[in-house]
Nanobody, 119 residues
Framework: QVQLVESGGGSVQSGGSLRLSCAASGYTYNTYYMAWFRQAPGKEREGVAAIDSDGSTSYADSVKGRFTISNVNAKSTLYLKMNDLKPEDTGMYFC?????????????WGQGTQVTVSS
C-alpha cells in the first residue's frame, strides 16, 4: 500500500526557513499528482502547493514567492522549501498523493508534521 511519511517540521521565528520532506513508498514515484496541505488551529485544511509528473506547480496565493515544492532532489522524496515564514504559516502540514489537480480530493495522506512560527 502507499505510504507517505512527513518530516522536517519544527519551531522557528518569523522570517526563518524550514524544509519539509515527504518520503513516499508503495507506488511508482512521480506517477501521481502530489501536494502539500496544511491545517491551522481552528481552521479548515487548505492546499499549499502541488506538483505534477512534468514539474508543473501550483501554489496558494498566501505562499507564492516564499514556498517551493519539488521532487527532483530524490527519487522518492517530495520537498517543500519554506522561506520567510510567518506566524500565519503555523499548522500541521500534510503530504498527499493521487488527487485532483491541484487541491481537490486526494487518495493518500501522510500523518503530518507540525510547523510553528513565532513572532
Amino acid at each position: 500500500q502507499v505510504q507517505l511519511v512527513e518530516s522536517g517540521g519544527g519551531s522557528v521565528q518569523s522570517g526563518g526557513s524550514l524544509r519539509l520532506s515527504c518520503a513516499a513508498s508503495g507506488y511508482t514515484y512521480n506517477t501521481y499528482y502530489m501536494a502539500w496541505f496544511r491545517q491551522a488551529p481552528g481552521k479548515e485544511r487548505e492546499g499549499v502547493a502541488a506538483i505534477d509528473s512534468d514539474g508543473s506547480t501550483s501554489y496558494a496565493d498566501s505562499v507564492k514567492g516564499r514556498f517551493t515544492i519539488s521532487n527532483v532532489n530524490a527519487k522518492s522524496t517530495l520537498y517543500l522549501k519554506m522561506n520567510d515564514l510567518k506566524p500565519e504559516d503555523t499548522g500541521m502540514y500534510f503530504c498527499a498523493a493521487d488527487g485532483d489537480w491541484p487541491f481537490g480530493e486526494y487518495n493518500y495522506w501522510g500523518q503530518g508534521t507540525q510547523v510553528t512560527v513565532s513572532s
